[in-house]
């Protein structure tokens, strides 16, 4: 089976799912001001899985951060299903770097401690959290404690507590920066697969240039600080995206692309022969 891109380029606001308009970020510190964000904008469409990548420290995790309503932008605006964001969602999931279980609970009391945390009973969500975690590997795993499991597994047990309440958008920061190579490329044929089957809004955060173009519908690429989008790139390739896709033409084609541009910023550097 083979699929194009779920939902369309993102470029319309008024049929965006989510809209950043003009927005900025600025920090204040002991009297230092530190601009994170330039004014930007990006329109994300439903059930569109974007993809952003930029060097560190160029206010990737604060562009989600400002979408999630965690920190307030100090110009522009953030529009979220047609209503501006002016405080921390709660329809949404989030998965970051570190999976954040709690070791005195198993897998499967982690993954519903989500709608315990929202004031609901686990009890009919129980089924749903056992299909989930059937469906990435951990169905034999329920009844461990995090202590038991692998760095791989732990994610995967943090991405199905963000899925269990089956929230239309989920957000995620460098939710492999911290697994081995292999354990990785399973992750993101995995996560390419729940996203498949799940058809969520994806706001996707990584420092991988392989891992966008391998997961995303569209790839944003950002400048160093200030955070600028540099460019957007789509990606046609087909899906599911495997093993092979590594060696399609417009993966190489746009990993160079990426590459080049990081280089010409300075992003990036390279031994050049005397």
């Known amino acids: 089976m083979t699929a194009g891109p779920i939902g369309g380029a993102g470029g319309d606001d008024a049929a965006a799912y989510v809209s950043v308009r003009g927005v900025g970020k600025t920090f204040e510190r002991d009297g230092r ?3 994170a964000l330039a004014a930007l904008d990006l329109q994300i469409a439903r059930g569109e899985f974007v993809a952003v990548v930029g060097p560190s420290g160029c206010g990737k995790s604060t562009l989600l951060r400002l979408i999630a309503g965690l920190v307030a ?27 954040v279980l709690l070791d005195w609970r198993t897998v499967l009391d982690n993954v519903l ?5 929202r004031g609901l009973d686990p009890r009919p969500y129980r089924t749903r959290a056992l299909d989930l975690l059937g ?4 169905g034999d795993f329920t009844d461990r404690r995090p202590r038991e499991l692998s760095g791989g597994m732990r994610q995967r047990t943090a991405i199905v507590r963000a899925l269990i309440h089956d929230p239309p958008f989920l957000m995620m920061d460098e939710p492999f920066g911290a ?22 809004t994806v706001l996707f955060i990584t420092h991988s240039i392989d891992e966008a173009v391998l997961l995303a ?11 600028r989008i540099e460019r957007e790139i789509t990606i046609t390739m087909p899906r599911p995206r ?5 060696q399609d033409p417009q993966f190489i084609r746009t990993t160079h692309e990426i590459t080049e541009l990081f280089l010409a910023r300075g992003v990036l550097h390279q031994e050049t022969s005397a």
């Open 135 to 138: 469906r990435v590997g951990l």
């Open 73 to 99: 932008p100090t110009r522009g605006e953030v529009v979220v299903d047609g209503a501006p964001v002016r405080h921390p969602l709660t329809d949404i999931g989030v998965v970051f770097q570190s999976p």
């Open 33 to 35: 001001r530190t601009e």
């Open 113 to 117: 401690v989500q709608v315990e945390l």
């Open 179 to 200: 697994l081995d190579a292999l354990t990785r490329e399973q992750m993101r044929l995995d996560l390419e697969k729940i996203w498949l089957d799940t058809k969520k």
């Open 242 to 246: 495997g093993l092979a896709a590594r």
């Open 217 to 227: 519908d569209r790839v944003v690429v950002m400048s160093a600080r200030p955070g």
